[in-house]
């Protein structure tokens, strides 16, 4: 036995180490190679995200430490983003948003420690200084302002737990700025694109809507109408209509849930967390019950960390943030309890496989967008399907909004589709998935694990 003690753990040491420097296919990777870090990529299917070969439902939280007043990214610090997934572990979440990030900085350390946690990312493309001004959204819908999108797309589409980008949030927030629809759908049939002809893994991409009574539905529609190339892959509300004592017929969720029946793509709450009473989060329980599954694969409750020392900001937060410390909040406590009351679903939740486009919804008192006319590219952005969108220009950058020449007509139907065979810098290589790019050097190391498995088969024979 003291030759099998000796010789097996070199043998499966250095078969470890080999594998880790050297990216075998799935396939032939055993078990004991993957990195603990790993999670299944997340698909569409129908009306429904799957991992796995699962239907995959969104638990988790908005994570923003420091609020939009303090711009900072919370993902490219490796000291916070630990200090915090410990308290995401404690909540048993699958997925966290953030709003903000520096596309300028590495994010490995902590997506692979999200991902080791079984924590996706729900990522805002959007900063401050780049971004849809909803006021002047043609003039802000320019070639720097994609650049830097592009280049956000690049930093993360390398991680097998980037669940998901957000192309816009709440850019329409009343009957006006119904006008800007166009443009934020344009971003999103632009990011599809690129992330197709830089020959990403198909990462959904979607908007982020303010729940409005008045154009709620027809913005819904709006985004899943058309060509396949400019359609969201998904579409999430920030819906605060549930205020507790409530329930799935006093509150606006069983409206919601017969007025999308039929939507063919993944509707989920991007936030939800009614402050207007104290929260007990007794709408989990309905949430990811049988009313709602069918149309609604989750969502993610707002906020992770107080901000503001006034209300109505002052009472979202789970927990307060001190320097390197978090303190549990009663939201805190009252949310893992709710989340313990109510497992995540196991199966597939009555989930649609399939469905057609929305239609295209009229031109009103309430939209104000007729058809579904979107802007071309602008043709200074074209060069990043070939070359790719460079260095991004983090928070730092001067900023898009008003930057460089915008649109000049509109585009043709399905001028999103893939156009190029530009090479992906990274389309092999994903610190989260644990891959660390194609090498020839594969089929040496399997040769090198078989001799040493047949070396020790005889040695104890």
């Not at 200084?129 to 589409?157: G, H, V």
């Not at 893994?201 to 303010?210: L, N």
């Not at 039929?262 to 709408?283: D, W």
């Not at 898009?400 to 589709?417: F, H, L, Y």
Request: hydrophobic share 35%.
């Amino acid at each position: 036995m003291k030759g099998l003690s000796t010789i097996a753990p070199f043998a499966v040491a250095l078969s470890a180490t080999a594998a880790s420097a050297i990216a075998l296919p799935d396939s032939l990777t055993p078990h004991y190679f993957k990195r603990a870090s790993s999670l299944p990529e997340v698909t569409v299917k129908g009306n429904a995200f799957f991992a796995g070969g699962k239907r995959f439902y969104i638990r988790g939280i908005d994570y923003q430490p420091g609020g939009s007043s303090d711009a900072a990214d919370p993902i490219a610090d490796e000291d916070i983003c630990k200090r915090d997934i410990k308290e995401f572990t404690k909540l048993e979440i699958n997925t966290v948003r953030v709003y903000t990030i520096d596309n300028s900085k590495n994010h490995d350390a902590c997506m692979t420690a999200l991902a080791a946690a079984g924590i996706y990312l729900a990522l805002d493309v959007n900063t401050p200084k780049y971004s849809i001004n909803q006021k002047s959204p043609a003039k802000s819908y320019n070639a720097p302002y994609l650049q830097s999108l592009f280049a956000t797309i690049d930093e993360f589409a390398k991680y097998s737990n980037t669940l998901l980008f957000f192309s816009g949030n709440e850019v329409i927030n009343d009957v006006p700025t119904s006008k800007s629809a166009p443009y934020v759908k344009a971003v999103t049939r632009d990011m599809k694109q690129y992330i197709k002809n830089r020959n990403y893994r198909a990462i959904p991409v979607g908007y982020s809507a303010a729940d409005i009574d008045d154009n709620r539905v027809e913005a819904a529609h709006f985004f899943n109408c058309g060509t396949d190339d400019e359609r969201s892959d998904f579409f999430a509300f920030n819906d605060y209509s549930w205020c507790n004592p409530s329930s799935f017929s006093k509150s606006t969720w069983g409206d919601k849930v017969k007025a999308f029946s039929n939507y063919s793509i993944p509707i989920f709450l991007s936030e939800y967390g009614c402050v207007k009473t104290a929260r007990s989060f007794a709408e989990v329980a309905t949430l990811y019950g049988s009313q709602m599954t069918p149309v609604y694969s989750g969502g993610l409750v707002y906020e992770y960390s107080q901000e503001g020392t006034a209300p109505p900001q002052s009472k979202y937060g789970l927990v307060k943030v001190s320097s390197d410390s978090t303190t549990e909040l009663d939201d805190f406590d009252s949310l893992k309890t709710a989340f313990k009351k109510t497992p995540i679903p196991t199966d597939d939740g009555g989930y649609k496989p399939d469905g057609g486009p929305s239609n295209c919804p009229d031109k009103s008192s309430t939209w104000l967008v007729s058809g579904d006319g979107l802007p071309a590219i602008p043709a200074a952005a074209k060069k990043y399907s070939k070359s790719g969108a460079g260095s991004g220009p983090g928070l730092s950058g001067d900023g898009s909004q008003d930057a460089g020449a915008g649109s000049t007509g509109t585009a043709t139907a399905g001028s999103g589709q893939a156009s190029s065979t530009g090479k992906s810098k990274s389309t092999h290589s994903s610190v989260a998935s644990g891959h660390m790019g194609e090498l020839s050097l594969g089929p040496l190391v399997c040769g090198l694990v078989v001799s040493l498995s047949s070396l020790l088969g005889a040695f104890l024979l």
